[in-house]
C-alpha cells in the first residue's frame, strides 16, 4: 500500500458518511493539447487527488455510500507499448492495493460498469457543469440506468454538486496537507530570497523569473502554483502582469508574485523590493503604508473572525494613510464608505489557498461571511497601485505594491507559513547581501 493510502481512503470515508446516501462519481482532469503531438505537463484534478492520491490520468473515483459503502476507482489498465513510451502505470489490480480501493476497473470499462453502481441509489453527486463533456457522459449514464426502468430499476432521481460537501472538508486542511503547505511556503520563501539577491539593474525580468523557478524546481517542487507575475516599474500596476520581459531599470521597484507547488499544494507570496537595493523615500512611504495594512489584516485572524475582518482592516489602514499621502482627499469613512480607495486598491485582501491557488471554500455562509476556524489557510496580500495622473502626486506615479503571505488559522491566533524579508529594514540588508 501507498504510504498515505489510508488518510486518503479516511478522506472517502468522511464524504460517504457525510453524503449518508447515494453515489458520488469524481474525474480526474484531462490531459490538454498544446500543439500537435505534445501536451501541456499533465496535473490531475484537485477534488479527484484530495480522494485518492492518484495522478494517473484517465481515472474516476466512485463512492457509494449508504448501508453498503464501497470505493471504486476506474484507471488505465497496463499497456507495455505505452509505458515504453509515456511510463509507469499501476493498472487496476495494483491500483486497488496501492490506493486502498475496493474495486477497481479499466478506465475503458466505465460505461459498461459505472452504470450499475447508479441503479437504486437515490442521489449521484459530481461536479456539475464545469466540464461540458463530463455533464454529457453523466447524463449517459443516467439515461442507461434510466433505460432498464421496465425491469424495475430506478436511476437516481436527485443529482447534487459534489462541491457542497467536498468543498466544506477542502476548506479546514489536515496535519498531512499543513505539512505539504509548510513545504511549499519554504521552497517559495528561499526563492524569493534567492530572486531578491539576484536582481539588478540591467537584468531582465525573465532572468529573475528564471532565477525563482530554478529554485522551486531545486527545491522539489513540481511547478510554479500559477504563472509567476515579475514586474518591474509601471509594469507592477497591471495586476495580472505575465510578459516579464523588460529590463530593470535603476531607481524602479520590482514586484514579484511567484510560488511553488509541492505535493500538490500550493503557496502564493508576494514580494516588491527596489532593483537597486534601496527604497527611495516615496516608494518608501508607499511600501511602509502596504506592510502597515497586512500587518493590521493577519493581527484579524483568528478562530471566531470573520472571512471580511482583514479586508476591512487592511482597507482602513490603506485609506487613512492614502488620505495622509495626499493620494485621496476627504474623510477616511466616506472614502471607504464610496469605495473611492478602489482607485489604488481594486482587488480583495486575499482567498482561501490550498490545492488549487484560489481555493475551494464558499468566503460566505447563509449570506453572512464565514466564521474562521484552526486549518483554515489564507492569503493576506494587501496592495496599492499608483497610475500616473495629473491630480496624482508625481512622487507616486507607477508605484506597484503588494506584499502577500501565507497564514493558517490555529487554536488562538494564525501562523504565518511564508517569511521572505518583508520590512525594509530586512529587504535592504538582505539585498546588501
Ligand atoms: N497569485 C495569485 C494571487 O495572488 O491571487
Ligand atoms: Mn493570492
Ligand atoms: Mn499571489
Known sequence: MQPDAAIYRARRERVIAEMGEGVMVIATASEVPRNRDTHYPYRHDSYFYWLTGFTEPEAVVVLVAGSAP???????????????????????????????????????????ELPKYLE?????????????????????????????????????????????????????????????MRRAAEISTRAHGIAMRA?????????????????????????PAYTSIVASGAN?????????????????LLLIDAAAEFGSYAADITRTFPVNGRFSAAQRDVYELVLAAQTAAIATVRPGALWNDPHEAAVRVLTAGMVD????????????????????????TGHWLGMDVHDAGDYKVHGAWRPFVPGMTLTVEPG?????????????????????????????????????????????????G
Not at 536582481?199 to 522539489?220: Q, V
Not at 477616511?332 to 464610496?338: N, R
Request: glycine share 6%; net charge negative; hydrophobic share 45%.
Open 70 to 112: 464501497r470505493h471504486i476507482l476506474f484507471c488505465r489498465e497496463r499497456n507495455e507499448e505505452r509505458e515504453i513510451w509515456d511510463g509507469f502505470r499501476y493498472g487496476p489490480a495494483a491500483a486497488r492495493e496501492a490506493f486502498a480501493f475496493d474495486e477497481t476497473f479499466a478506465f475503458d470499462a466505465l460505461d459498461a
Open 120 to 180: 437504486n441509489q437515490p442521489q449521484l453527486a459530481y461536479i456539475i457543469g464545469r466540464d461540458m463533456a463530463w455533464d454529457t457522459q453523466v447524463m449517459g449514464w443516467l439515461n442507461a440506468v434510466r433505460a432498464k426502468a421496465r425491469s424495475g430499476v430506478q436511476a437516481p432521481v436527485r443529482l447534487v454538486d459534489a462541491r457542497v460537501w467536498l468543498d466544506e472538508m477542502r476548506l479546514v486542511k489536515d496535519d498531512h496537507e499543513l505539512a505539504l
Open 199 to 223: 536582481t539588478r539593474p540591467g537584468r531582465h525580468e525573465y532572468e529573475i523569473e528564471a532565477e525563482m523557478l530554478c529554485a522551486f524546481r531545486s527545491g522539489g517542487a513540481a511547478a
Open 236 to 252: 507592477a500596476c497591471v495586476l495580472h502582469y505575465v510578459f516579464n520581459d523588460r529590463p530593470l531599470a535603476d531607481g524602479d
Open 325 to 348: 499621502l495626499g493620494l485621496l482627499h476627504g474623510a477616511v469613512d466616506d472614502l471607504i464608505e464610496s469605495g473611492a480607495y478602489q482607485r489604488f486598491y481594486m482587488h480583495r
Open 384 to 432: 496599492l497601485y499608483i497610475r500616473a495622473a495629473d491630480d496624482v502626486p508625481a512622487a507616486f506615479h507607477n508605484i506597484g505594491i503588494r506584499i502577500e503571505d501565507d497564514v493558517v488559522v490555529t487554536a488562538d491566533g494564525c501562523e504565518v507559513l511564508t517569511t521572505p524579508p518583508r520590512t525594509v529594514a530586512e529587504i535592504e540588508a538582505w539585498m546588501r
